[in-house]
């Protein structure tokens, strides 16, 4: 007999096409199955917290999407896009009205985005304005003001400041050689981050003559205007170059000669018309881009310098002027995504483009595209994972990373989906999302409903795969920071009652600091009658024996929580004590209110021993419990898992919207269970000089090395399992988290190739960093 150590798991699950291939690392690291377990950036495994209900979607008929938005790292918010419409998600809740003959309902803001519209929907973001590019629809801009006070309406590509009214210029007269001089005067808005020049006013035509050389140009006020800029044309050929500016309205040209390089602006809006409308929309060297319209699909736009709603330029060019340029490649390859990294990266529907500038910057006379790769991408955006873009390529079935490789010394694709095709094959993903912290997961929408995670850390070549189902069919999902965490938010269509609902739904934190807040359960909700604030005490006293049934007074100090209707009402006492060797000990006592005297004094009756200290001392540990909870409509008719206090409760069936509990329980979470199972693959021995592939193999014990876990069970697969047996001294308590070696005791007919097979079926939470089982090798 011997044991064999599977370390890590960082190889996340492996296609079976991949399941002899044991003269790679990836087999020895890898999983068969990986169900609803997270790949661990260290090598582990857990399984992924619950899903909160957070709302229903406004129309659960119509398909809704959702965009992150992110103004700072304390306000982000989670969009929802349904049809015709978009609602606000911020920290696990839905925005609602605050004021106005709405107030109380939820913020709902008109759009002209169909449901059918949402998935070329295209957007970027800078500060709290948020720009749209849907090939169907001009630009869209998006401004959040307040939470609750959101607006919209097409960009305007026109200068933020008009021109002037009109421009005089008047000769001084004189005698000589005469010469026509014409001007033009702009105005400009300067607001100490940007310089935003307005569109020219051009004035008559006037004579100067060689003695004297000048002239008078007037103009009427702009309002808001910092300055203006006078241009001239001395040789009537039309090209104006600066002569000078002015703070008044009036400006004398004393035969100033014009700068011909330096040219005023000429308006430009290229996204006039059906067919015009750009699909794709990002940044790059302050400046916003689009690309890919129906008429000019390989077309790439950039607005001026600093200027994102300014597409003009000037004849001849300016280094700060708007951009386009149309890329070249053999076939007509419509532009999808712009994604700005150390270069502009372009991906189109048939190959990967970058666009950077020379060493002066990005300009009109700089720019240069290169074909990178010839892939493709699918609608589905590419995200930003260190230096490198991962993106979806064009048949939507394979996950590349994209980034600037040393050893092709250029932009490279990497293959992420290489060793783990068979979670994509024949399928297609249609969303995505990352999720940096904690755990560096992209997360992906299939078509089939079902959560693929992939676990990406480029610098430690970690790329693990794992996926997640649910008692319903994923559809959307969205990632924004919240906390210390960034929090993914999803879409899911449940049939509830007989009934399609859309519930937007969001997954629990897996950092866990107590086993009462454990949250692992799917589209549920949380009963927590803690109480939260350290000056509302309640005292007992008047107890003689101090075991149950006695009957003695509580009395609460700080608030005056009680009514005559507070008779029935449970409650439970905590205080964390030392034990004899220096460890912490939670001591309870849970109480039942028999009698009211006044708003802040009852008296109670002992459910159980009460521990000394909790005799006559404030305890502010305490939480309201109860028998029956409520508010769970959302899951009418489905039968439910429950955890109370840390314990497993028994599954209930909801009815009338609620459930019964056989316990009052201060603490609980109520959702949907789904089963979380990992299974190793065949063992092989590394290093070994000969394979075990073709030897019978006995597993006699096992021992899983797991990090602050309970129920578990393992065995050789799922119809032959074994719980892992934990002793407990304390019923008031929950059993403590494992965090160790967990033996396991299997049965001695635990014959086949030394796979291993893992389950949680509870609402408790499992972290795996290593499984060793115990094997005799026979024969073949």
């Known amino acids: 007999m011997s044991s064999v150590l599977q370390p890590t798991f960082a190889a996340g699950e492996l296609s079976p096409s991949a399941s002899a291939r044991t003269d790679i690392a990836r087999y020895y690291t890898g999983l068969k199955l990986c169900r609803n377990f997270m790949v661990m950036p260290y090598g582990g495994v857990r399984n992924r917290a619950g899903t909160k209900f957070v709302c229903e979607v406004k129309d659960s008929t119509k398909r809704c999407r959702l965009i992150p938005f992110q103004f700072n790292d304390v306000q982000t918010y989670v969009l929802a896009f349904g049809d015709l419409n978009m609602r606000v998600i911020k ?33 970027t973001q800078s500060a709290d304005v948020m720009t749209f590019a849907q090939p169907s629809y001009k630009p869209r801009e998006l401004s959040r003001l307040a939470h609750d006070n959101w607006t919209t309406a097409e960009i305007s590509l026109a200068p933020r400041i008009a021109a002037p009214a009109s421009a005089t210029a008047v000769s001084a007269g004189g005698g000589g050689v005469q010469q026509a001089w014409r001007y033009q005067v702009t105005a400009v808005l300067d607001d100490g981050n940007t310089l935003d020049e307005s569109l020219p006013a051009t004035s008559n035509s006037v004579i100067s003559f060689a003695d004297t050389a000048v002239a008078t140009i007037t103009w009427p006020a702009v309002a808001g205007a910092t300055y203006y800029i006078v241009y001239k044309d001395n040789a009537g050929a039309g090209i104006y170059g600066f002569i000078g500016r002015a703070t008044a309205l009036t400006f004398t040209d004393n035969n100033i000669t014009a700068v011909k390089t330096d040219t005023p602006p000429n308006g430009n809006d290229p996204f006039v018309g059906t067919g015009n409308y750009p699909g794709a929309v990002g940044y790059y060297q302050q400046r916003l881009a689009f690309g890919g319209s129906d008429l000019n699909p390989q077309m790439v736009w950039m607005s001026k310098t600093g200027l994102f709603k300014n597409f003009g330029f000037s004849l001849p060019s300016k280094d700060d002027d708007s951009i386009t340029a149309r890329l070249v490649s053999n076939k007509v390859n419509r532009v999808r995504h712009l994604t700005g990294l150390r270069k502009l990266l372009v991906f189109t529907s048939g190959s990967e483009f970058t666009i950077s500038g020379g060493d002066s910057g990005l300009s009109a006379k700089t720019i240069q595209s290169v074909t990178e790769g010839y892939d493709g991408s699918s609608i589905v955006p590419p995200v930003v994972v260190g230096n490198s873009a991962v993106y979806v390529q064009a048949r939507g079935s394979r996950v590349s990373s994209f980034g600037y490789s040393l050893n092709a010394d250029g932009f490279a694709a990497d293959d992420l989906t290489l060793f783990s095709a068979h979670l994509f094959r024949g ?55 919240e ?18 609902k859309r519930y937007i739904e969001r997954m629990a934190s897996r950092q866990i600091t107590s086993i009462e807040d454990a949250f692992f359960v799917d589209c549920g909700l949380t009963y927590d009658g803690r109480n939260t604030d350290s000056a509302k005490t309640f005292t007992l006293s008047g107890g003689s024996t101090w075991l149950f049934p006695e009957v003695v007074t509580m009395t609460a100090a700080g608030h005056a929580p009680f009514t005559v209707g507070s008779v029935g009402f449970d409650y439970s006492l905590k205080r964390e004590t030392m034990d004899e060797n220096g460890d912490p000990v939670t001591e309870i006592v849970r109480v039942e209110v028999v009698g009211y005297t006044s708003p802040s004094v009852v008296t109670v009756k ?85 394979t075990v592939k073709d030897k019978k193999i006995a597993v ?81």
């Open 483 to 500: 906390g210390q965490e960034d929090a993914l938010y999803m879409v899911v269509r449940r049939t509830v009652n007989g009934v399609q």
């Open 427 to 481: 399928r297609e993903l249609t969303n995505v999302a990352y999720q940096k912290i904690p755990d560096s997961i992209v997360w992906y929408v299939r078509d089939d409903g079902i959560l693929l995670g992939l676990t990406y850390l480029p610098e430690q070549q970690l790329v693990g795969w794992h996926w997640h189902d649910t008692d319903g069919f994923v559809e959307s999902i969205a990632c924004v920071p």
């Open 700 to 780: 006699t014990s096992l021992t899983a090395v797991v990090e602050e876990s309970r129920g578990i069970f393992a065995g050789k697969d799922r119809n032959h399992l074994y719980p892992h047996k934990t002793d407990r001294d304390d019923y008031e308590s929950p059993i403590e988290l494992l965090t160790g070696q967990a033996e396991i005791s299997i049965s001695n007919d635990w014959q086949g190739k030394g796979r291993v097979f893992i389950r949680q079926a509870d609402p408790l939470p499992l972290s795996v960093l290593a499984v060793i089982p115990e094997v005799t090798i026979g024969g073949r």
């Open 91 to 123: 920290d696990g809740g839905q925005v609602l009205y605050s004021a106005g003959p709405s107030v109380g309902q939820p913020f709902d803001l008109a759009l002209p985005y169909t449901q059918n519209d949402l998935d070329l929907l295209n957007f």
């Open 606 to 690: 002992l459910l159980i021993i009460c521990p000394e200290s909790l005799r006559a001392a404030p305890v502010s540990t305490w939480s309201r419990q109860v028998k029956t909870l409520s508010g769970l409509g959302h899951l009418e008719g489905k039968t439910v898992s429950i955890l109370t206090d840390g314990s497993v409760h028994p599954q209930r069936v909801v009815t009338g919207g609620s459930v019964a509990l056989q316990e009052a329980a201060g603490i609980a979470h109520v959702g949907l269970q789904y089963f979380s199972d990992m299974e190793t693959l065949d063992l092989e021995l590394k290093n070994a000089n000969e």
